[in-house]
């Protein structure tokens, strides 16, 4: 979601990729410094200088430019929908006028500091510095007035009560990584294999949609500011997603996405463990299908690591980003708790986007600089359960003056503190094995009908502005009811786990020792970026759950054609 006040944390998804729009790709020598960084700088010092005779000058700007090749790969049913290869080359030109204590992007006029548009492909260097020179001119028009804007409303509005400045002082940074070789992908072989994943669903005739999709993507970024940093930096990741639903018979659909990371190809996990995991999304749905309903309740709940990871990037983490510690608008939950408790004392939580894996499995939120060219840097938020840091971008706020390296944004959108890999720990734990036992002693102990055990989990969202409740949502997609008395657990659905903030992160009774990933795409003011959370299983004393809205309309009336005769390897002869 991209509102101020709402934000997302979603399984990735790879769809979005197909609207782009080709370009020419670059030609540049992998192994050289690449030339468009010297075209960049020569561009920038120019406006620099001539822009510099306005009034009002800029005392900022930077260009960011992405040569990106993405494969992209779609099967349904097991046939092809899709597989194509886009190259792009898109730049970025942020410019701020005024002064760090006020400029053109002070609160709402955030937007104000960034134009963006597609650049020449190849070496063209004229071609290159014209499209830049358009930019920039573009972007310095845009600032003037929103500068303007903002004087007349600082002038008219009553002090605020963060008076921070605008815009953080930082080192420049110089580093070039040399770019590897692009991404070989063996197209035939990979279109089979999503044929084969996506037509093990035709032998199930409860499944309405599914569809695998992979999608590579060859990233090299090339960044330059007036205050003198000069980055190249690479970015190479493949992502293979499978989705599914069923409609059960009240109307509800359900949902399973089994997402799959890798720096490489050939990192991606075994066929065998690839199509066993997509055999079990059909089972979980044909299961979910007739599941019943469940109800409203309070009850001792353990969350599974992988659940666990998505209630804290969103129960906690959204609160933890640094911009949402300032301006009116902002429910500010975390802002005055520094050295405050804000979790059970066991608990502690760093994001880390310089970690690339955990218990060997990649982490979306991965990054050696943020997307203001600062280095990537874990942060120690909460330690022993006390609050100490926020996730910090180039907007400073009360007592936190400079960036921490979490300045992130989609290409064309202006970046704000978000998260990257939040990594939750604990020293309060028991095996695994032992934890669910746990569960239903605290079932036995309150006197509870059951509790609940949420296994795995599709998303979720919160609200941060304090003109809406600061509540959360989180989505699981298997949930179990799960009895004192040792009764078979009874799978449920459509229930949705609700709340506050500082009500439920105070329920943690006690963790299991492993954790586990969530790889996913969080959408909030700054664009989808990916990330990562990561967290041990978790048992909360109690959690609310609440009916999930769903549409009423009817499973479909007839059976699928050829669901009595789809072939045993799901494709198509």
């Not at 197909?18 to 406006?47: I, K, Y």
């Not at 600032?143 to 903002?150: F, P």
């Not at 997509?278 to 690591?305: C, I, N």
């Not at 054609?561 to 045993?568: F, T």
Request: with cysteine; charged share 25%.
């Amino acid at each position: 979601m991209s509102s101020p006040s709402r934000a997302a944390f979603l399984p990735l998804v790879a769809f979005a990729v197909l609207a782009l729009a080709p370009t020419g790709a670059s030609g540049a020598d992998p192994a050289s410094p690449p030339p468009l960084l010297s075209v960049m700088e020569s561009e920038l010092h120019r406006a620099q200088a001539e822009l510099g005779k306005l009034d009002p000058p800029p005392y900022y700007l930077s260009y960011t430019v992405y040569d990106q090749d993405f494969t992209v790969i779609a099967a349904s049913q097991g046939a092809l929908l899709a597989s194509t290869q886009v190259a792009t080359r898109r730049a970025d030109v942020v410019l701020h006028t005024g002064s760090t204590a006020l400029d053109n992007t002070h609160d709402e006029s955030r937007s104000s500091g960034i134009s963006s548009g597609f650049l020449p492909g190849g070496d063209d260097r004229d071609a290159i510095a014209r499209s830049l020179w358009r930019l920039t001119y573009e972007q310095y028009r845009k600032a003037e007035r929103a500068l303007a804007n903002v004087k007349t409303q600082t002038a008219v509005r009553a002090k605020e009560d963060d008076d921070s400045p605008d815009f953080s002082q930082e080192a420049p940074q110089n580093s070039v990584t040399p770019f590897p070789a692009r991404l070989d992908l063996n197209r035939t072989e990979w279109e089979a294999r999503l044929r084969r994943y996506s037509g093990l669903f035709r032998s199930h005739p409860e499944v309405e949609e599914s569809a695998a999709t992979l999608l590579v993507e060859d990233t090299r970024s090339h960044f330059v500011s007036s205050e003198g940093s000069r980055l190249a930096t690479p970015e190479q990741v493949v992502r293979l997603q499978v989705m599914a639903t069923v409609r059960a018979d009240d109307g509800m659909e359900l949902l399973r996405v089994e997402t799959f990371q890798a720096a490489t190809p050939e990192k991606l996990p075994s066929d065998a463990e690839i199509t066993a995991r997509v055999e079990k999304m059909a089972a979980d749905l044909k299961a979910l299908r007739t599941a019943p309903l469940a109800e409203p309740a309070t009850v001792p709940a353990l969350l599974s690591g992988r659940a666990a990871a998505v209630f804290f990037h969103e129960v906690l983490g959204h609160r933890l980003e640094g911009h949402r510690q300032r301006g009116d608008d902002e429910g500010q939950t975390f802002t005055r708790k520094v050295n405050q408790a804000v979790l059970p004392d066991f608990l502690s939580v760093a994001d880390d986007p310089t970690l690339r894996q955990l218990n060997g499995v990649e982490l979306a939120g991965w990054y050696r600089f943020d997307d203001e060219g600062i280095p990537a840097r874990r942060v120690e938020v909460i330690q022993k359960g006390i609050l100490k840091n926020f996730l910090m971008s180039r907007i400073p706020v009360k007592n936190f003056s400079q960036s921490n390296g979490h300045g992130r944004s989609q290409g064309g959108l202006m970046p704000i503190g978000r998260q990257g890999n939040l990594i939750v720990s604990s020293t309060h734990s028991v095996p695994d094995a032992q934890i669910r036992q746990q569960l239903q002693a605290e079932v036995r102990k309150q006197g509870k009908p059951y509790g609940l055990y949420f296994e795995d989990i599709q998303g979720g969202f919160t609200l941060t502005s304090r003109a809406a409740p600061q509540a959360f949502q989180v989505l699981p997609v298997m949930v179990w009811k799960v009895y004192a008395d040792n009764r078979p657990d009874e799978l449920v659905r459509g229930v949705d786990i609700v709340g506050t903030p500082l009500a439920a992160l105070n329920r943690i009774l006690v963790t299991g020792d492993t954790q586990a990933v969530f790889n996913g795409i969080c959408g909030a003011e700054s664009g989808q970026v990916p990330v990562a959370a990561a967290a041990p299983a978790m048992l909360f004393s109690e959690i609310e759950v609440q009916k999930r809205a769903h549409e009423h309309m009817r499973p479909p009336i007839l059976p699928p054609p050829g669901a009595d005769k789809a072939p045993a390897n799901g494709v198509s002869r």
